[in-house]
């Protein structure tokens, strides 16, 4: 088993995954609506906050949610509806652009179509060309709604993967292309979830839990540390 492989299952003695604290989990086998302004709103914030948002949302367009009757909303309704989520401003524009796109049918259907059929760098050229949808962000839906094999970077796996050592650039691209080339696709999604996890408890951006952190013979940071 290689540095990767070794990694992630450690990882997965570790620590069990808890949907309950990932918003994906919230939009799951729901249209892509739902899948996009879930996602969009988990940028930069954390998941319990878009999932409040996004709740929110839901009791008041539908579950899942109406793209038609978000689409006429009063734009400082969704602001006030999403302000859990933060950059409220921003976000409900985009919302209710995205709105008024996917409540064509037509133009939801020559979407999906059209990403099914390419490749996950073509598809994710794709995403991003809708409002509000970023790198990670397209990834992640290519991953958790059209199953394409791509690995989503976020803050906590950028982090990891520095103080790691596999990579020594912050570039996204870099770190994704890391773990897909040393990892079979069908452990991104797991492999992805775990590093979050690990994020999120253990390797914390201030005073990393080093001691009881089960992948540190692997960790450049942690070898630096002790050398000191
Ligand atoms: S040893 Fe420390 S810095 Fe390295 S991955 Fe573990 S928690 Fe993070």
Known sequence: MDRAEKIIDLLSRKYKINPEE???NKVRG?????????VMLSQNTS???AMKALENLRKEFGDP??????KDADHHRVEELIRPAGMYRQRAMNILSLARLFCDKDFV??????IKYSNPLEAREILMKLPGIGIKSADVILNQYFGKPVFAVD??????SLRLGVVKTKSYRTISEWWMKNLPPEKYLLAHLLL??????TCRARFPKCGECPIREYCDYYRSAEGR
């Open 22 to 24: 990932f918003i994906v």
């Open 155 to 160: 803050t906590h796996i950028r982090r990891i």
């Open 196 to 201: 979050i996890t690990h994020g999120r408890r």
């Open 65 to 70: 949610l109406d793209p038609c009757r978000i």
């Open 47 to 49: 998941d319990k906050n």
């Open 30 to 38: 729901r249209p892509l609506f739902d899948m996009i302004v879930g």
């Open 109 to 114: 259907n020559r979407l999906e179509e059209k």
